[in-house]
């Protein structure tokens, strides 16, 4: 079934976060004016007004949750955004997590590759993210 909707991943990677793959917390503003997240910082006020949302806890430790909350946003606003960063996290996993012997690994900052890798995989990794993907 084709959903419509056409991706501009090159585009979309160079506006949204670092690596483009969803943090393990974030928050946004809601309805009342309120953070969900707790008052931002100025960095995260900063990020907030790129993206739409902060990151309140930035690694990335293989859950599924993370690219399945892109999908229900998707289903309920039907704004492709959402598709579209579930689909430029899959494309980083290649470049972000994959090691040379070809496993995956957790990410330490979604927004700064360069503070490194957990050298963990989850067993949810295999068993739930690429069986759904």
Known sequence: MSSGHSFTLSTLTS???????????FAFASSDGSYTGGTPTPEQSTF??????????GYYVLRPEVLESNFY?????GDSKYLERAATAVKNFQTYLKVKTGGYVALINVDDPS????????????AEVLKYL
């Open 115 to 126: 503070k490194g890798q957990y050298d963990d995989t989850e067993s949810f990794w295999y």
């Open 15 to 25: 506006t949204f976060h670092s690596t483009g793959i969803g943090p393990e917390g």
């Open 73 to 77: 946003a998707w289903r309920v606003t």
């Open 48 to 57: 907030y007004a790129k993206h739409g949302f902060y990151i309140t806890s």
